[in-house]
């Protein structure tokens, strides 16, 4: 059973699971590889032959660092090796709880740190908070930019095709495994050791939840910038860390959200699901109006929608 400290069972868990859609304009927020003039827009196909733009999970996890980094949260740093910079000069198990408790970022998102010299992993941190890559609900309509590179001499410049991802409505998943964030965690076992305070806790939480409601990021930003803020998000406070989420969310061509969807999966999950939010941005759903007398005292703003995480925890 899951332990807060040592000899102290928790017999229940707690997970934050956040749907949400955003609406994109004109972006290539995730580029795929580049082959001569052009830059390819990320995207994978269907069984029907359609491509659908994405955003990694990678990309995602690093914009969110960005942002809380923007809000003032302290960042590790990188070596120019690309290893962390940590703050300890312990090993093994003290090492762990001292990066724990220093390094926020890699307290929410993890990490791995191998033995120098040794080829053998040395710690490992599972990621409490899980991001699955950003989708979009429409296909790619085969849309391009062009843009001018210019050389030293040369008149004019060579042209370059940026594919690019227009008027589209793109979906994602978050799941926090709130009694990991600030605790060590016993793989095998699952025992769970707190290692910071409350305060703390909830202070990193909050920095993570005011990024994802100010999330900022994306590639092509100098010419392409793009708002990747939720508009619609679907909070549940849960018993177990499933992304109930995932294919629940979803828009028709007239911009509709598929409310019956969301209703569905509420019913279908309530064993695990202990509370829950909707949150809308206005002017962007042409059903907005329906979905507030639907669910009712559930819906609210974005924003403060997200911000009954912070209560839940």
């Known amino acids: 059973m899951p332990k807060t400290k040592k000899g102290e069972i928790n017999m229940s868990r707690k997970f934050v699971n956040i749907g949400y859609i955003t609406r994109v304009s004109i972006d290539n927020l995730n580029s795929s590889e580049n082959p ?3 830059v390819v827009l990320k995207k994978v196909q269907d069984s029907k032959g359609n491509y659908f733009p994405y955003v990694s999970g990678q990309a995602l996890r690093y914009y969110l660092k960005e942002t809380m980094n923007q809000l003032g949260m302290k960042i590790t740093k990188l070596d120019k090796n690309g290893e962390y910079v940590i703050e300890t000069k312990s090993k093994g ?7 724990l408790d220093n390094h926020p970022d890699l307290d929410l998102f993890g990490f791995m740190e191998a033995a120098k010299g040794s080829g053998k992993m040395a710690l490992r941190r599972w990621s409490p908070v899980k991001v699955s890559p950003l989708i979009s609900i429409f ?3 085969g ?9 030293e001499g040369q008149e004019g410049g060579d042209l370059v095709k940026v594919e690019i991802n227009t008027f589209n409505f793109m979906k994602g998943n978050i799941v926090m495994d709130i009694d990991a964030i600030g605790s060590t965690v016993d793989e095998l076992n699952y025992d769970i050791e707190t290692v910071i305070g409350p305060e703390e806790k909830k202070s990193r939480i909050g920095y993570l939840v005011d990024a994802i409601k100010n999330i900022d990021g994306g590639a092509k930003k100098a010419r392409l910038l793009d ?3 939720p508009k619609l998000v679907v909070l549940t406070l849960q018993k177990a860390g499933t992304p109930i989420f995932l294919n629940a969310l979803d828009v028709d061509e007239n911009g509709n959200v598929k409310i019956e969807y969301i209703k569905e999966i509420i019913d279908e999950f309530n064993e695990i699901i202990e509370d829950y939010c909707i949150g809308i ?8 109006e329906e979905i507030k007398s639907e669910f009712n005292d559930k819906v609210t703003s974005v924003n403060r929608a997200l911000d009954r995480v912070k209560e839940w925890v």
């Open 36 to 38: 001569g003039n052009m």
């Open 93 to 99: 198990d003290e090492r762990y709880r001292e990066i």
């Open 139 to 141: 296909p790619w309509k």
């Open 143 to 151: 849309e391009s930019d062009l843009l001018t590179r210019k050389k």
């Open 227 to 229: 708002d990747l803020t």
């Open 281 to 288: 941005r206005s002017g962007i759903f042409s059903n907005e």
